[in-house]
């Protein structure tokens, strides 16, 4: 059994809130410097856990444990998104400073640890999974020299060195060290709070295909051509949009997401017919085959605007990341937790959200559970978590782990 | 008769278009440097047509005939769109100037006069119609004071002083000097070119409705929100553009036009959920009732998505400018001419474009022609009219200010 101190978990979750705190919530943009301070933070509370703490060459903070037993590796990131939550990310990062505290203060399973891992920009200012990506080996300089930050176009590189940290090594991981890799993580959803639960037991994380849909026609002046001879790529744009939004509830399952997050019209002026037009288009998935039948009925759907005409239109391909299921004994362990802690109170669920859970897991076996957001608001300042949920998720965490290293 | 010098007309286009080259076209905005050497050039070859010119305070240069006797005002605007043709605005200064010295030479019509304005800005880089809109005394200096450059952001007060206008005074109408404006500009479509004529008889300039469409919904993940609790504002703005794809075709008449020039969703990243939206959206006509009938079902569709839901949708008007007809006895005279000089090549058309004649149209009769574009390009650095095209035009404009001067 280890023994969390909800105390001392909510105080430092508060107390790490104070690092770019914004309205109710806070601004803490990666390799900014209220970012570095938190992470300087969090490494001395990693040394005051007997963990010896360093802080890598992309800002992972990684802390390792000294004892000799069976490890699992925590985490979660520790920057925000811009003017965003004061959970999402270092809530599983603290949970796991938690742990490692309860777990030493325990006595019974001195020979077990745990390391801890927070890694850097997750929420992708510069490079998504920056962090988690560099501790896997799973990305090489030439991606971190050509990489800049989407808000200023700041490089990586120039931001790195403005934090202090050009020239210090990149850590990596040794898969053999670990059992697994075990992430807490607000839900950013309402399904739990929708349904009164405390805790999800994360399934899978779905698979996210992304693309650039882009039209071209010809731009001309909106007074003096007229309808029959024009080559509008914004009106292509939105027949396409449109038999997506009537085909795609048709075949979709029951948590299937799509999303057009970004439409640009060029030029963009009032009085000028777009010449050329780009839609950024998503969908999201637990199931490979269904991620399949969705691109194939994209396919059909921008071959037929594309053949109908006037307008051409391609689809570019810009991510097709897979769902990535979740280790089955570490769903267990997740469950027994929860049956323990909070009793008919938690549920397995896939995670729409991408998580750094996905990253480790092409290293070592891994898990990840939920605390509910309060109305589901996620990336925005007015997010939330009951503090009895925080405190009963570091619960079924700290059990989990103790099954886990057992 | 007053008889044009092609060679001459032509070497002025040719020259003039040197302020500015870019590409086979010109780019020349509203106060650069190359705007202002131009509107000095045209200045001295309007003294040389013996007119006093000057440069007025808002840019437009005004040349004013000496003679005692009726008198028409000719004109257009200097400046170009951002790497435009070489002909939009400133052929219908240049003829103004070609029929000023003819008329001079003519030496049969000493009493009569032509006056001449350049007028500054119709293409909007600040504000549009600035020039004729200050010089029929419809621009308050609070207006001025508010405008700024559309791409960079500099006040119309700083661009002004920058060009050494600050100070000047605004040069203002009497109407009770003119039987009228007349107004030679490219056609800017495809109308002339396509049919082979001429020349074109502008029998009134369109009204152009202009719209800002907002919708409302709310800003949230897109992984982690099912589609059924979804408030998409960019959803929503997708189904109205398909709807007034599909129901404005029902009720337009022949040269009906309507544009959806920008979409923008807010915050437009991939994977979030947009919580506004906007659309700007256009129609033109030149029937005041076929506008009210657009506008009407316009707002149909707008309530139909605002009461359907999940998010609101808003209809906010930007301008409402009703067609204006051009003067009919300006139309027989610019008919009359173009059939001694250019026999059945010519066509009586309304203007889908925005001209400098509308505005000159609130404070005296107005008529405006047209020569042809090849291939309806416009504001684009290709555009171009043939050589035999500008001299024809020109002499059935020289013609027609002869008939409305007789």
């Known amino acids: 059994m280890i023994e969390i ?47 010896d703490a360093v802080i890598d060459g992309v800002g992972n903070v990684i802390g390792r444990s000294r004892t000799s037993g069976p490890k699992l590796l925590l985490g ?19 949970y796991g400073i938690e742990v490692a505290r309860a777990l030493r203060e325990s006595g019974s399973r001195s020979d077990a640890g745990v390391d801890i ?34 808000d200023d176009g700041t490089p990586l590189r120039e931001a790195i060195e403005r934090a202090g940290l050009a020239g210090r090594p990149r850590e990596h ?12 993580h607000i839900e950013q959803g309402y399904y739990l709070d929708h349904a009164g639960l405390s805790v999800g037991i994360v399934t899978s994380i779905v698979g996210l295909w992304q693309y650039r849909i882009a039209f071209a026609g010809e731009q001309s002046h ?41 439409i640009v019209l060029d030029p963009g002026a009032p009085s000028i017919i777009p010449g050329r037009a780009t839609m950024l288009f998503q969908f999201r998935d637990d199931s490979l085959e269904q991620l399949e039948r ?25 991510d097709r990341a897979v769902p990535k299921v979740m280790e089955p004994t570490f769903q267990a362990a997740l469950e027994a937790a929860a049956e323990l802690h909070v009793p008919g109170k938690y549920m397995r669920m896939p995670s729409g959200a991408m998580h750094d859970a996905q990253i480790l897991a092409k290293r070592m076996p891994a898990g990840m559970m939920f605390v509910p ?34």
């Open 5 to 51: 101190n909800p105390d001392r978990l909510i105080g430092d979750l508060r107390r790490v809130a104070d690092f770019g705190r914004y309205k109710t919530g806070v601004h803490r943009p990666t390799f900014s410097p209220q970012d570095i301070a938190a992470r300087e933070w969090l490494a001395e509370r990693m040394r005051e856990a007997d963990l």
């Open 76 to 94: 979660s990131h520790a920057e925000t998104q811009n003017e965003a939550g004061w959970l999402d990310g270092i809530l599983g990062v603290v």
């Open 117 to 150: 891992g927070a890694w850097a920009d997750e929420e992708t200012h510069f490079l998504q999974f920056l962090g988690s990506r560099s501790f896997i080996d799973d990305l090489d300089e030439e991606e971190i020299d050509r990489a800049v930050n989407k």
């Open 173 to 184: 991981v040794d898969p053999s060290r670990y059992r697994g890799y075990l992430e807490a």
């Open 222 to 262: 909106a007074g003096t051509t007229g309808m029959g001879r024009r080559r509008d790529a914004g009106a292509a744009l939105v027949r396409l949009a449109a038999m997506i939004d009537s085909e795609f509830p048709k075949i979709a399952r029951e948590r299937s997401v799509w999303t057009t997050g970004r």
């Open 294 to 318: 969705f691109e194939a009925r994209l396919r059909e759907l921008v071959r037929k605007v594309d053949e109908d005409g006037p307008c051409s239109c391609e689809l570019i391909v810009v």
């Open 373 to 406: 957001s309060i109305n589901g608001i996620s990336h925005h300042y007015t997010e939330d978590t009951k503090e009895e949920d925080i405190v009963a998720g570091c619960r079924v965490f700290a059990e989990a782990v103790d099954r886990l290293l057992g």
